[in-house]
């Protein structure tokens, strides 16, 4: 059995985000649309920085560092799939509905912030 965990499918609307905390190793899949992806926040000198990077359709990340990462879906929407390492969050060993409810729920919020 693999030590990583594959969480259902999560669609992300226009301009939504998600805001996650993924351990180094995890992998991030735009599925289908683009997909805005910052990675963990770290000092360079006294400067905080992001590595952000855009991804398209079919392709995939894998972080580098642990961290909070933030997900920003294209102009048509993103669906994504996260495979975390081992130990990823708290929620990792939540079923998979659970898991995508609080993960809507965070992108809806996030989303009626900026509007």
């Known amino acids: ?8 499918d999560l669609q992300i609307e226009a301009g939504a985000a998600l805001f996650l905390e993924l351990k180094a190793g995890s992998s991030v899949t735009s599925s289908t649309g683009s997909l805005r992806l910052a990675g ?16 398209v359709s079919g392709e995939r990340h894998t972080l580098a560092d642990s961290g ?8 048509g929407g993103s669906t ?3 495979t975390q ?3 990823a969050t708290l929620l990792s060993g939540m079923p998979g509905r659970l898991w995508t409810a609080l993960a809507v729920i965070a992108g809806r919020l996030r989303s009626a912030r900026t509007a």
């Open 85 to 87: 390492a081992p130990s």
């Open 68 to 75: 909070w990462v933030t997900l920003t879906a294209g102009h």
């Open 40 to 55: 963990p926040p770290r000092w360079l000198g006294e400067r905080v920085v992001c590595t952000k990077r855009t991804l």
């Open 80 to 82: 994504v799939c996260i």
């Open 1 to 8: 059995m693999s030590p990583f965990t594959q969480q259902p």
